[in-house]
């Protein structure tokens, strides 16, 4: 194969691009091969009338799911040259969507294709996540046109039959997800029951994500104000109802609990940071004091962050993956979470972090609180066995090698078809 064209809407924007990009550093180091990278960088005003065209047509359906929806009505018309001339090259599909790759361009997908997932769009309808509770799960049994608590065109369940009638029969492709929870999920649904789905985690820099004793912290705990002996909490930043999956709101629930079950010394001596929102130091936060760094966009920042706290709550009530907690893991910063998810592929219960009943605010800031009270050795051993983890199933050696074996099979594939 001369060439190895990586197909995203981005590989820098969002989580999706970040970990397109990652992929995208793995196969230059596949030999034999050209990488060439298609991406809507270069997209014309026209397409991007078409995508907003796309996107509000999808706001004529409501389903009382607050995340992402994309309807993918077009296609970027490069990525549709690129698969005319497939003869000599191998596509890997990332992130499709915000009309990357139209639903009905789906039977245009050369034989011998990687489909790499990075959320549940693919085998939902137009959300980008099935909704949290509900029991329906009909991504598995079939989504039907009247469904209750669904107004308007119900975008779900046209999106969910076009995919289905371009995806279902084909046996020529190989998808893969990042956690033993999407490979779950994927192989129960309508559309890819029968195809081949395997499991690729996100890979993470071990070499860039380091514990403490390996990055100086001193200055910068210093530089936020922060003393020794005082307790750090880290999260992602998150609000309103466009991060609703990320748990905001349990978040707030459970830090108020453990504002109210803590005597003050030790209210006074925790301290919240959290990043990826607006930059703010002084500002508190259910009693806490609560600093806001902003986006951190330099992974040697992030090491530094996460590596100066004592523990990375993960209040998501869904990941695929669970980026964050396995970068704080190789930092060797225990993670308290939910026990859902992707999130359960990372953070092993007393072994690397602690898990939460899913969703219980209360069960998560008792969890919080019995990271805070463990003694400094307890707590290391968490860490430490949290490291140990991320580089036995997510470091870039690890994955390289599962990335370079589904590679082979799809290039074996191909050449069958």
């Not at 196969?27 to 065209?53: M, W, Y």
């Not at 361009?105 to 034989?111: G, L, N, S, T, Y």
């Not at 530089?223 to 609703?244: H, N, W």
């Not at 130091?281 to 966009?297: A, R, T």
């Amino acid at each position: 194969m001369n060439n190895f064209v990586q197909v995203s809407f981005s590989f820098t924007r969002g989580g999706a691009g970040t970990a397109a990009s990652k992929f995208k550093a793995l196969a230059e180091n596949i030999p034999h091969s050209k990488v060439i990278s298609l991406s809507q960088g270069d997209a014309t005003l026209f397409h991007f009338f078409k995508r907003l065209i796309s996107y509000a047509l999808g706001k004529v359906q409501f389903d009382g799911n607050p995340i992402k929806h994309s309807l993918n009505l077009f296609s970027y018309v490069p990525v549709l040259e690129s698969f005319k001339d497939h003869s000599n090259a191998i596509h890997h599909l990332h992130w499709i969507n915000n009309d990357t790759l139209s639903v009905f361009d789906f039977d245009k997908i050369p034989p011998g294709t990687l489909v790499t997932l990075h959320d549940e769009w693919l085998y939902c309808g137009a959300e980008h996540c099935y909704k949290v509770l509900d029991s329906a799960d009909d991504f598995i049994k079939g989504y039907t046109f009247y469904k209750k608590g669904v107004y308007g065109l119900h975008w779900n369940y046209i999106i969910w039959r076009v995919k289905k009638y371009k995806l279902a029969h084909r046996n020529d492709l190989i998808y893969t997800v990042p956690s033993n929870w999407m490979l779950k999920r994927a192989s129960q649904s309508l559309i890819l029951r029968n195809a081949d789905v395997r499991l690729l985690p996100n890979p993470i820099d071990v070499d860039v994500f380091l514990p403490s004793t390996k990055i100086d912290i001193n200055g910068f705990r210093g530089s936020l104000g922060i003393l020794p002996d005082d307790i750090v909490l880290v999260f992602g930043a998150i609000s309103g109802m466009t991060s609703f999956l990320k748990g905001a709101h349990l978040l707030d629930e459970a830090l108020k609990k453990l504002s109210s079950e803590m005597n003050a010394d030790w209210v006074k001596k925790i301290k919240l940071i959290n990043f990826g929102g607006k930059a703010k130091k002084n500002n508190f936060l259910q009693g806490f004091q609560n600093i806001s760094l902003g986006h951190v966009y330099e992974q040697g920042q992030l090491a530094k962050l996460y590596s100066s706290a004592d523990c990375v709550i993960v209040p998501s009530l869904v990941e695929s993956f669970g980026q964050v907690a396995a970068e704080a893991l190789a930092c060797e910063t225990p993670v308290v979470c939910f026990n859902c998810s992707g999130l359960t592929d990372i953070v092993i219960d007393g072994e690397t972090g602690l898990l939460a009943k899913p969703y219980s605010a209360t069960d998560l800031a008792q969890k919080i609180k019995n990271i805070i009270l463990l003694d400094n050795h307890s707590r290391l051993e968490l860490g430490k066995n949290g490291r140990k983890h991320v580089i036995e199933k997510f470091s870039y050696a690890v994955i390289s090698k599962q990335y370079n074996r589904i590679i082979n099979d799809v290039i074996k594939l191909k050449l069958s078809n």
